[in-house]
């Protein structure tokens, strides 16, 4: 698995500061703690699986690096610089080397698929017309559309092809670093697996860095490079899958072990 | 070639830069979307026109923009020239976006300008007629329903429609009395300046009671509810179709009609008379005082000549047209509310659709009213 990652040519760039670093975050909701004092560190070119059970934070912490989310306390930077504490021009910068895919695609419902790709182009970039047409249908092509979605409206899309819109937006502008937010989460099996090689495919073209929360077991067992598991209001572990296996926790021992996992790791091989 | 903008977040490396090396052109420097930005792409095409290979040895960073250029300058160098050394990754992508390059156009036939318009103007209309007939058709549905009451009483949802009543009944009095007592005190002070010339200010009494009573204050009544109420109904109920919760209705079994639908429009019936009759009283309250203050006429006055002079027919015109109102304006809300999709935009669009929709068909009706009335002879 980690071969993979170890192709893309931004991991051989040594020495270079992680792709995302948090330390010792807290956020709040009124009295109610989400994370107290959690640590996570990303490497360059890895895909990292989040998990955790409802309501651990999984979301907010991928709201919180992306700086959507003010946290309470605690430092966050990514591709080694602070996402709290920069000018408005450095941040603005800084997102241009991220994207992030919502859960259900968040497509501009008044745009259609193709013009959803074009819209980062179009707002960061001075490109001529042809030019960003011919990028986006590139984009839309790359995540598996068929040439008849192109000019659809969000709403005359499957679910599915909303989230392959969604990651096709997120990548629009060849980020180093995307956060997919449960991209498998509502498809079957097959666009599931699918949705997954396609990470993988576009990890390894495009040397990206993949900030996964989900909770599908085969999909982390599949592309992820490492997992972190959220509970307790930090993380509790990260490692890869094997060694997920061998970690001493209710909750986590409980998720590896239990018999779904059990069954994805049966598909997919034990490692 | 232009300087590119964006310098600072991009790794420090040169844009691209192309070098002629007899019949190869290498590359180096950095070829991602925002070198690209800066380029002038005709003229460093035209460069590959002729050469026999294309090294990109030298290249740091290609993205997904930049595969695709070296994509079209080979294309462009023609068959048989080979990209070389190009890293492992960007081998991939290239190939990767090579493979997701259009498909060879198929000639589309393009129509005329005019033919476009017209046939744009046939839809448009296909669909105003179908809507209308679909309209009708959920009236139909809604009064058949309501028909049905007498029979089955135990189906209407009282609570639903106590709530409704309140919501767009009790809660709307403040700004209805507001709004007709302002127009009695326009009425009377416009009608004063021009009555007074012919020294017949008396008549004032006439016009502000039979104006008020007859058309404006429950026209204007109507159009506040539309927009106050219906708005609300088809947000309410169209966001209920987006979560799927009208779907679920179904599924368990209940009518969505008979839920959502007419203890709305029952609501409404109830309600728009009594706003109606609180915009009168409050209108004639407003024009009396202002004749008082701008004519001298004493509220005695204006009460006897109100008794005395005005048919009270003119009150019943007013109060007739009301529950028809209240209908157009409920049906309409509710139909545009369940026609809202699965998407955020058709729900602000039906909501405005379902406002102006429902304050035109109240205004036709009352042009129509007012025609059956002059034929009456009420």
């Known amino acids: 698995m980690d071969t993979a990652a170890a192709e893309t040519p931004r991991d051989t760039r040594a020495g270079e500061a992680p792709a995302i670093r948090v330390r010792g975050l807290v956020t709040r909701f009124g009295s109610h703690t989400v994370h107290d004092g959690l640590d996570l560190d990303v490497r360059r070119g890895e895909i990292i699986g989040v998990v955790g059970g409802s309501g651990t934070g999984k979301s907010v912490l991928l709201r919180a690096i992306v700086g959507l989310l003010k946290p309470a306390e605690g430092g966050i930077e990514v591709l080694g610089q602070s996402v709290r504490d920069t000018s408005d021009a450095d941040y ?22 193709r013009q959803n790709v074009e819209a980062p182009m179009k707002e960061q970039l001075h490109l001529d017309t ?126 590896f072990h239990g018999p779904r996992a059990r069954a994805a790791l049966d598909a997919g091989g034990v490692h | 070639m232009r300087k590119t903008v964006h310098q600072p977040s991009a790794p420090p490396a040169q844009p691209v830069r192309f070098i002629l090396e007899g019949p190869r052109l290498a590359l180096s420097g950095r070829l991602d979307i925002a070198a690209l930005e800066g380029l002038d792409r005709p003229r460093s095409l035209r460069m590959a026109e002729g050469c026999r290979g294309i090294d990109v040895a030298g290249l740091e960073r290609v993205d997904t923009a930049g595969a695709w250029f070296l994509v079209a300058l080979q294309q462009r160098a023609g068959e048989g020239v080979a990209i070389t050394g190009a890293a492992p990754g960007t081998a991939q992508l290239i190939e990767t976006v090579r493979r997701n390059l259009a498909p060879p156009a198929a000639a589309k036939g393009r129509a005329t300008p005019l033919l476009d318009r017209l046939e744009a103007f046939g839809r448009k209309s296909d669909r105003a007629g179908r809507k209308a007939l679909s309209l009708v058709s959920f009236l139909g549905q809604v009064v058949a329903a309501i028909a049905m009451l007498p029979v089955r009483p135990r189906r209407l949802r009282l609570t639903a429609m106590v709530h409704h009543c309140q919501e767009a009944g009790l809660a709307a009095v403040p700004i209805v009395a507001l709004m007709a007592f302002l127009i009695g005190v ?193």
């Open chain 1, 92 to 113: 603005r910068r800084l997102r241009r080397r991220w994207g992030v895919m919502f859960q259900d695609g968040a497509l501009f419902s008044s745009l259609t698929v």
């Open chain 2, 186 to 378: 326009v009425l009377a002070f416009q009608g004063a300046t021009q009555l007074r010339q012919f020294g017949a200010e008396v008549f004032v009494v006439d016009l502000i009671a039979i104006s008020v009573l007859r058309e404006l204050g429950i026209l204007l009544t109507a159009i506040i509810v539309a927009g106050r109420s219906g708005s609300a109904f088809t947000a309410a109920i169209g966001a209920m179709k987006m979560r799927e919760e009208v779907d679920a209705l179904k599924t368990l079994g209940l009518d969505p009609i008979e839920i959502l639908v007419v203890p709305r429009v029952l609501a409404l019936i109830v309600m728009l008379p009594v706003l109606g009759f609180i915009a009168d009283v409050s209108g004639l309250i407003g024009g009396a005082l202002m004749s008082w203050i701008e004519l001298g006429v004493s509220p005695a006055v204006f009460q006897s000549r109100l008794v005395t002079n005005t048919d009270v027919w003119h009150f019943g015109v007013g109060m007739i047209k009301a529950p028809f109102f209240a209908l157009i304006i409920a049906i309409i809300g509710c139909y545009e509310g369940l026609s809202v999709g699965g998407d955020t935009d058709s729900l602000g669009r039906l909501t405005s659709t379902s406002v102006v929709l429902s304050i035109f068909m109240v205004i036709v009706m009352d042009a129509l009213f007012s025609i059956f009335f002059a034929v009456v002879g009420v």
């Open chain 1, 130 to 255: 042809p030019l960003r047409e011919t990028l986006a249908a590139i984009k839309v092509r790359m995540v598996g559309l068929p040439e008849v979605a192109m000019d659809k409206f969000p709403a005359e899309l499957s679910g599915g092809m909303r989230k392959r819109a969604g990651f096709a937006r997120s990548i629009a502008l060849d980020p180093e670093i995307v956060f997919l937010d449960e991209p498998t989460a509502g498809l079957d099996p097959i666009g599931a697996a699918a949705f997954d090689t396609l990470i993988r495919q576009l990890q390894a073209a495009l040397g990206l860095t993949v900030f996964l929360v989900t909770h599908d077991l085969d999909s982390l067992h599949a592309i992820c490079d490492r997992i972190a598991v959220l509970a307790e209001k930090r993380v509790l572990a990260v490692g890869t899958m094997a060694e997920m296996m061998e970690v001493d926790h209710p909750w986590v021992r409980e998720y």
